[in-house]
């Protein structure tokens, strides 16, 4: 019994929330977060490197205890999850359990993935946002996976989107083509945060780099359908963790 | 035949863009914009109150004419367009007209208008934005003619949203009951700019005001589906008009 509920366990970072969805597709929305560990990436300027660099350990949790943890945090006042990593991913039977509960329990979901490993539950997502790392982060896209992802969720009913956060101009570019090459799905840019540890308020700054990121687009007349967007969750909250 | 035009033009109070759309469910979309005249409400805060306080006279313009205005002020470099008040629920055939001109194109389009007036053309916006405002305006809504409208979009297959501005506590309550009425349909809610003619920096005051409403929602156990946004545009550009 134990041996078989190890299998879907899934290693947890953190629970929070409700709060409020700071960007992308779902921006604004109220949801809680539950946040996996374990990443096949090290971005340069990852947010939430305390997910795979070893500083933190994770809680393996069976899904209905991860669901219990979710319950028991978000004290009922919410109707939406979001997946995040860490590449939540990495992680297979668990999550499909855990979706199974979740929608029993009338409440939807969503994900945020890098975009390197197809998951069958990602069919099962109610909203799923494909987020490919441009190249300030030190990561290489390999194109033969994303386009495997992107062909499988496609024709799903789910709301989906690709979403890529900008530093600079090479960032710019890349971005670019991979709108180009996938031009049906939702096309997301946003700001990049460059001092996602500091503690001082950078709320000019980032208002500032999202001006410039939105005049780019505005005066390309290349870039048709996208949107722009800032992290919210920043201008509001600074880099605290867990809101 | 100039009879014939007249019965389709369309009362216009400015064209721009594109831009980067600043609130609600298109918050980051970059599109054109178009502000017709004429408004059947007052609302004490109104931002825009030049399209029917009669400081400003409109052009009228041909749905023709409206596009090569759209496509030559945006230079090509959009593939949507937001239209928005005053009213445009006012206008009959000739936005009828202008939809048709601007899909022909292949452009998408979208409405924002209170719901106080159904026109047959809105099942062919792309998105629809219907925005009842709240007490602090000072109007009252006729929930008969608004039930008309949600119960008119409902099946359709396009986007489409509510959007309450709140200003005060009575502002939320009457979101709420909103959304209770029309759970069915996305529902967001917008932090109101208590200084839309001011030339200050208002951006702490608007963060915060942000902040107390997502707090608000957060921690409102009978809200769960809701999306909080603030205006962007103002976050980003103040006050300036055309933008």
Chains 1, 2 share one sequence.
């Not at 366990?9 to 409700?18: D, Y």
């Not at 960007?23 to 977060?33: A, D, H, N, P, Y």
């Not at 219990?68 to 945090?73: A, D, H, P, R, V």
């Not at 359990?97 to 539950?121: A, F, N, R, V």
Request: charge should be neutral; aromatic fraction near 10%; proline fraction near 5%.
């Amino acid at each position: 019994m134990n041996k078989l509920r190890t299998k879907s366990n899934i290693p947890i970072l953190e629970i929070f929330g409700p709060t409020i969805q700071g960007e992308g597709m779902m921006i604004g929305r109220k949801t809680m977060f539950m946040r996996t560990a374990g990443c096949d990436y090290s971005c340069s300027w990852c947010d939430s490197a305390f997910t795979w660099d070893g500083t933190e350990k994770p809680i393996m949790y069976s899904p209905d205890k991860a669901f219990e943890e979710i319950y028991k945090i978000g004290g009922g006042g919410f109707d939406h999850v979001t997946i995040t990593g860490g590449n939540p991913a990495l992680i297979g039977q668990g999550m499909s359990e855990l979706i199974d509960i979740l929608h029993s329990k009338g409440i939807s979901m969503g994900i945020e993935t890098q975009g390197t490993k197809y998951q069958d539950w990602f069919s099962k997502s109610d909203d799923i946002v494909i987020s490919p790392k441009p190249p300030s982060s030190g990561m290489v896209t390999d194109y033969t996976k994303l386009d495997f992802i992107i062909n499988n969720i496609q024709s799903n009913k789910q709301n989906k989107s690709l979403k890529v956060v900008i530093f600079n101009e090479e960032d710019y570019q890349y971005a670019k083509n991979l709108h180009f090459r996938y031009p049906n799905i939702e096309f997301y840019l946003s700001v990049g945060n460059l001092t996602p540890y500091s503690e001082e308020d950078h709320t000019a700054e980032l208002l500032r780099d999202l001006e410039k990121l939105c005049n780019k687009v505005i005066n390309d007349p290349s870039l048709k359908s996208v949107k722009v967007l800032p992290q919210l969750h920043t201008l509001l909250w600074g880099n605290k963790r867990k809101v």
